[in-house]
């Protein structure tokens, strides 16, 4: 069984003040669980404060992106060393919104992905088709190529832990969410592609999220479904009660 992840991505949002009570009202509901881990996903400045505030609790830190090479005259860039060494465990990268607004391509993703597993970061790559490429039904190939563009040259020793999440960009922030189905139907074909690039094992082992409008009232069908590992939320995890009951989700299976 593959331990499920809940991940909080909270995009621009909060203030380290914000972020530090939002993490400390989190810590009074969340107990150790062996079946899932969760990570909160603040903006950079709140990074290093909330790596102190986490401590002894169940909750990992991951930042929202990354550039990849180690340090330089990059300004305005933060490398994945420096996220390591701010109290980081994993990354966000590939995020749609930084594909629409910040011109990151598979390239660039597979770039940081690369660089973030050699600083010892676990990264989340998200990949998911627009609505237009649903509608003509270019979901499976668009998912493809950004798989593989992502992935390019990553070893199978690398692999371990690392974390996919499947966000269609039509679901997210629009409360539109995929219905379980859907998820599954592409999770299912995301985990038979890693089997044909990898092998059987690796595919059982990477966890694979599903993202776009998670709510605590639609968490546990997603959970219930086989190939869905646990989810990333965004516009629900910017409250504590509502974080909370998704991180409390019901498996049914
Ligand atoms: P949403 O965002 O939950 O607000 O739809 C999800 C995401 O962008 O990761």
Redesign the pocket.
């Known amino acids: 069984m593959r331990r499920a992840v809940i991940a909080g991505?909270w995009?621009m949002f909060k203030t380290v003040k914000e972020a530090v009570a939002l993490v400390s009202e989190l810590k009074k509901s969340l107990t150790e669980a062996d079946d899932r881990e969760i990570i909160v996903a603040p903006p950079f400045t709140s990074l290093f404060p909330l790596s102190k505030e986490i401590k002894g609790s169940v909750i990992k830190l991951s930042a929202q992106d990354c550039f990849w090479e180690k340090e330089g005259a990059y300004t305005g860039q933060v490398s994945p060393l420096m996220l390591k060494d701010a109290g980081c465990s994993h990354v966000i990268i590939g995020?749609?919104?930084r594909r629409q607004y910040f011109a990151e391509t598979d390239e660039t993703v597979n770039r940081k992905a690369r660089a973030s597993l050699d600083a010892g970061l676990i990264p989340i790559m998200?990949i998911g088709e627009m609505l237009e490429e649903r509608e003509e039904g270019e979901t499976f190939a668009v998912l493809e190529t950004q798989l593989q563009g992502g992935m390019q040259d990553i070893p199978v020793k690398e692999t371990e832990g690392f974390i996919i999440?499947y966000?269609p960009v039509w679901?997210?922030?629009?409360g539109k969410t995929a219905t379980p189905e859907q998820a599954e139907e592409v999770h299912a074909f995301i985990r038979g592609r890693l089997e044909k690039a990898y092998s059987r094992t690796v595919a059982q082992g990477i966890r694979i999220l599903y993202?776009?409008?998670?709510k605590p009232e639609n968490i546990d069908a997603l959970m219930a479904k086989p190939d869905i590992d646990g989810a990333?939320?965004?516009?629900?995890?910017l409250k504590a009660d509502s974080f909370s009951r998704i991180c409390q989700f019901i498996r049914a299976c």
């Open positions: 991505n995009k995020h749609s919104e998200c999440a966000e679901a997210i922030g629009t993202g776009g409008s998670v990333l939320v965004g516009g629900a995890s």
